[in-house]
């Protein structure tokens, strides 16, 4: 039997809840296909989620990875193009760990892309009525440390692997006035259609979808 990696990250920031987890554990054990969802939960600790991340790919020997991580202020599930090279955290991480501007690891290229199949992914998200985009960046913070540290372990393999950001929860949202959020089983079912599009489809799309400043 296949495995499908899928992540989410315990609660950081003074939440109580991460959707990321929520959803990766909401779908641990279904099938996609011929393949099994595992859900692991990572740390929100630099240098100890990618130590989990390794660990994960090693046991599991996966043939797809999909981290998944909140994101604040966004609205749409969110398919990220590009990790980069660089821890700069504006508030701590969960081990109390604050790094500015420091290399996720020494001597590795300064950023990867996603080998996922983002834009046939966010096609068939918006097709099926999910609120969906590509993003330019996932910031600087345990994340985009996860999705650099992923992309490097696997740049020689043939596995696709990528990251994904989604909303808030409406009861964490409801914190915020005017704070952008999505339902959980909204979000659950739009990672399991995304999952089956990285899965089974080839080549990825060549639409259009970039961003003008
Ligand atoms: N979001 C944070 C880290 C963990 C999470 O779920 C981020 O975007 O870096």
């Not at 279904?30 to 989620?49: E, H, N, S, T």
């Not at 909204?186 to 995304?194: E, H, K, L, N, S």
Request: charged residues 15%; negative net charge; contains cysteine.
């Amino acid at each position: 039997m296949k495995t499908i990696l899928l992540t989410g990250f315990e609660p950081f920031g003074g939440e109580c809840i991460n959707p990321s987890w929520e959803i990766a554990r909401a779908l641990d054990g279904q099938l996609i296909g011929d393949a099994r969802i595992v859900a692991k939960c990572l740390p929100c600790v630099f240098g100890g989620a990618l130590t989990s991340m390794r660990e994960a790919l090693h046991q599991l020997k996966p043939c797809l990875v999909l981290a998944l991580g909140q994101a604040g202020g966004r609205a749409e599930l969110s398919l990220e193009r590009v990790a980069v090279n660089i821890d700069d955290a504006r508030i701590s991480d969960n081990a109390g760990h604050k790094p500015i501007d420091e290399a996720v690891i020494e001597g590795a290229p300064v950023a990867y892309f996603s080998s996922l199949p983002i834009k046939a992914m966010a096609a068939g998200l918006r097709e099926a009525g999910f609120p969906v985009g590509i993003s330019q960046t996932a910031g600087t913070f345990v994340c985009n440390h996860v999705y650099f540290g992923l992309q490097h372990y696997l740049r020689d393999s043939p596995v696709r692997s990528g990251f994904m950001h989604i909303p808030l929860l409406p009861e964490q949202a409801a914190k915020f006035p005017g704070q952008a959020s999505m339902a959980l089983a909204t979000m659950v079912d739009g990672v399991r259609v995304a999952l089956n599009i990285a899965l089974h489809s080839g080549a990825d799309l060549r639409e259009s979808g970039g961003t003008i400043c």
